[in-house]
């Protein structure tokens, strides 16, 4: 199965950026798209961004459009996402995921198959 090994999170004020870094190891081969998703205590898994694996084809929930960039570097087997202009509410555990073999970028989480161990973002107020 492919594993994934999620970094870059930590404690920043509000406006500041992180990059957050996932890669993949094993059956890499596999993946047809990768996704960032987060959630905050209480409240269920939400989409940030989704990748297809040749990075031509993007997706954003509407509430990261203009402050965050999901960006994949193949030959690393590494996802990137760029947070800017972060707010309190953008506080939560970041997971990454892979969905095996389809492009279609998907944003529910029953879609990927493959889950990192999450890091951990808060923001400031």
């Known amino acids: 199965q492919v594993q994934l090994v999620e970094s870059g999170g930590g404690l920043v004020q509000t406006g500041g950026s992180l990059r957050l870094s996932c890669t993949a190891s094993?059956?890499?081969?596999?993946?047809?798209?990768m996704g960032w998703f987060r959630q905050a205590p209480g409240k269920n898994r939400e989409f940030v961004a989704a990748?297809?694996?040749?990075?031509?084809?993007?997706y954003y929930a509407d509430f990261v459009k203009g402050r965050f960039i999901i960006s994949i570097e193949s030959a690393k087997n590494t996802m990137y996402l760029r947070m800017d202009s972060l707010k309190p509410e953008d506080t939560a555990v970041y997971y990454c995921a892979v969905r095996e073999r389809w492009t279609i970028l998907d944003p529910s989480v029953s879609a990927y198959n493959y889950w990192g161990q999450g890091t951990q973002v808060t923001v400031s107020s």
């Open positions: 990748i297809t694996w040749s990075g031509g084809n993007t």
């Open positions: 094993e059956r890499t081969f596999s993946i047809g798209t």
